[in-house]
């Protein structure tokens, strides 16, 4: 392992953003280390409304991976400290999800497991996209240089795209039986709390913005992330080599099922008026134009 102390990123989303193809372009970046799980789960199981969920299901996960070795069919990382997959990997995240220490140990030890050199190390958790200020103020004051990136999809379709995506995966009976415009109706009527955190650009820039340096901040946009000029952008912002990415590689597709109806649409769109708005008067004519705020036409 590499003494020389590295940049820390955060990616803190969106989810339906991206954030698993920039994961595997960075996995296969020669100045990035990321860590063998994509997605450490370590700050929103201390701060933010969501800790308790994200510890118990951390805690389901390892309990799983204990009884039934997960993972074991995937490739060995031989130059992980703490071989990956293994029960001793597995043992180091339980450690990180009770360590309380003020210098956050245990997540440094898995975030440094395996580097090699490279200046920067990869946390990529959307998740994070739901925290607020203080969650952000604890993370910069373990990396003071660290930097932080947010990728943003135009709302609706990231929002569609996201109850989509739980519609298809949720083993939830209450979410596996019924259509997509019924779970859409229980977002629409403040049931799907962690789907709303997740839509609210505005109140996370905000957030960060109140305690990180804007010069350590990224925003970048999911309709212009898949060609050179804003990975080169964004390898340039890193201080790493200049890579290229595969940009036809599809992670996760919604396209063949069910879609919410237009009108169900049309209703989804209207929530999200003030996000677009806030967004317009933020980023102006960087807003890609696929990007259809409500009354500026059909979604």
């Given amino acids: 392992m590499s003494t020389d102390a590295p940049t820390f990123l955060y990616c803190l989303g969106a989810q339906k953003a991206g954030t698993t193809w920039l994961h595997d372009y960075f996995c296969d970046h020669p100045d990035v280390h990321v860590p063998a799980v994509k997605e450490m789960h370590y700050f929103d199981s201390i701060f933010g409304e969501e800790k308790r ?14 009884s039934e070795k997960w993972g074991y069919a995937q490739p060995r990382r ?12 597995q043992g ?29 190390v990869a946390d990529i958790t959307p998740a994070y996209s739901t925290l607020e200020a203080d969650a952000f103020a604890e993370m910069l004051r373990i990396a003071p240089d660290a930097k932080f990136l947010f990728i943003m999809r135009d709302p609706l379709k990231r929002l569609i795209s996201s109850l989509r995506m739980r519609h298809v995966t949720d083993v939830a009976p209450v979410v596996a039986l019924q259509g997509i415009d019924q779970l859409c109706e229980l977002y629409l009527e403040g049931s799907q709390l962690g789907a709303e955190r997740r839509s609210t650009y505005a109140r996370l820039i905000r957030e960060l913005e109140k305690v990180v340096p804007r010069a350590q901040i990224c925003y970048l946009f999911y309709e212009r992330l898949f060609t050179d000029a804003t990975m080169d952008a964004l390898n340039d912002w890193l201080g790493v080599a200049r890579k290229p990415g595969d940009y036809n590689k599809v992670i996760w597709s919604t396209s063949g099922n069910d ?9 989804l769109h209207a929530t999200l008026a003030d996000e677009y708005a806030f967004l317009a008067d ?13 009354g500026k036409g059909r979604p």
Wanted: positive net charge; proline residues 9%; aromatic residues 6%.
């Fill in 92 to 120: 180091a995240l339980l450690r990180m999800h009770t360590d309380r220490s003020p210098d956050h140990a245990a997540y440094r030890e898995l975030m440094l497991n395996g580097r090699r050199g490279e200046r920067v």
């Fill in 259 to 267: 879609q919410p109806s237009p009108e169900m649409t049309r209703r």
């Fill in 78 to 89: 031989e130059d992980d400290v703490i071989p990956f997959p293994s029960v001793e990997y």
């Fill in 282 to 294: 933020r980023f102006g004519s960087d807003i890609p134009e696929k990007w259809v705020a409500p």
């Fill in 53 to 66: 969920a994200t510890t118990q299901r951390r805690a389901n996960m390892l309990a799983r991976a204990l």
